[in-house]
Structures are given as structure tokens and as C-alpha cells.
């Protein structure tokens, strides 16, 4: 009976952290619009976020830059921290950020340069 009992405990465990880890990443699967700012210059970028085969990924669109669609090379959700760079042959694009009331804020590195971001769903910017 004592086995039983732990069983059907592990069990229920595992169902509810399954369950976090999809609600967790299932919280910012979408598109995103913000921007990010680093040395008085204000940068617009659009963001999309989708899982696939359970993996967190993401693609992000720099509206000045003209590069549309660039696959995010990391993206981790973990609980409210949101991290995810992008790659590119002048350097990385680091974004780490906590989710927080709808919104994805916090700091930028792109080699010595440090900035902000900040990113709401793109249905509620489009209000």
C-alpha cells in the first residue's frame, strides 16, 4: 500500500511540473512588439515566440535594420526570467528579462554596450 500511495505521489508530481513547465513557456508563446534602447537610440523589434517538440524558440524582426524573421539562437523561459539572444557576425544580442503583468522587461548586451528592453503581446499594442 505504502508503494502505491508514492506512486500515485510521483505521479501527481510529475503531472503538476509538466503542467508549470507548459503553462511557464505557454505565457509568452506569441508575437511581441517593443523596443530596446542602448546609447540614446531607440531600436523597434518584433518578436515571436512558439514551442516546438517541447523546446522553447523564437524569432525576432529589427524593424530599422531591415532583417526580418532571425532565429533566436537561445531561448529559455524559467519560471518569470525570460533570456534569448541573437546571433549575428558583429556579435550577440543578449536579452535577459522577467516577465512581469503582461510585459517582458530588462537589460540588453551587445558587446560593451548595455540598454533595456521592454516587449508587450503585439494584440494589446495594436489596441
Do not use: C
Not at 524559467?78 to 541573437?86: A, N
Not at 528579462?97 to 510585459?103: I, Y
Amino acid at each position: 500500500m505504502k508503494n502505491i500511495t508514492r506512486v500515485v505521489g510521483l505521479l501527481a508530481l510529475s503531472f503538476v511540473l509538466s503542467a508549470f513547465k507548459a503553462g511557464t513557456s505557454a505565457a509568452i508563446d506569441g508575437n511581441w512588439i517593443g523596443e530596446y534602447t542602448s546609447i540614446n537610440q531607440s531600436v523597434p523589434f518584433r518578436v515571436h515566440f512558439w514551442q516546438e517538440n517541447g523546446v522553447q524558440k523564437g524569432a525576432i524582426t529589427l524593424s530599422d535594420k531591415g532583417s526580418k524573421d532571425l532565429p533566436l539562437s537561445w531561448v529559455v523561459v524559467e519560471s518569470t526570467r525570460v533570456h534569448f539572444e541573437l546571433v549575428r557576425t558583429s556579435g550577440t544580442l543578449v536579452f535577459d528579462g522577467v516577465l512581469r503583468n503582461g510585459v517582458i522587461s530588462g537589460d540588453l548586451l551587445y558587446s560593451n554596450l548595455r540598454g533595456s528592453f521592454q516587449l508587450a503581446p503585439d494584440d494589446l499594442v495594436n489596441l
